[in-house]
């Protein structure tokens, strides 16, 4: 994939991401695509692909918007750089705007989305959304055990 068509790409994936429009999003991606998101946990295929934004990101989130800046692409993988912000929907958090930055990672194929994951800081979302401190740490907490039980990395730990 060249840069033009990376950035093309990520214009629809964000065009269909603020939509809520899960087909649309979905179609960004291969058939057999895994999405892996810090919140939701990894969705495999198309028609979980659209469940996850039609049903839980804008259940959750309403004013979504979701950019990438910056983007780089090698013709297999690319990266780049977003900003997301939107107005929580969740009872509990009802009404708090939340601004978050990371880093997008794509494993491209044929034109498209084979595996998507991103580093995103979701403590600032969270104390954004007004988390109580001891639910923050258990989450940090989690988010921590399952970035060491990640192949990558235990095979990063071994050296």
Known sequence: MTQDEFAKLLARFCAAANAGDGQAFAACFTEDAVYHDYIYGDHKGREDIAHMMAHMFHR?????????????????????????????????????????????????????????????????????????EPRVYGVLRKWARQLKEQPEVRDYLAD
């Open 60 to 132: 959750d989130a309403g004013d979504y918007d979701w950019r990438m800046f910056d983007p780089v692409c090698n013709g297999d993988l690319g990266y780049a750089w977003s900003l997301s912000k939107f107005t929580s929907k969740v009872p509990e958090y009802e009404g708090n705007k939340v601004v978050i930055d990371g880093m997008s990672r794509f494993e491209l194929k044929d034109g498209l989305i084979a595996d998507y994951r991103e580093s995103v800081n979701g403590g600032v979302a969270m104390v954004q959304l007004g988390v109580e």
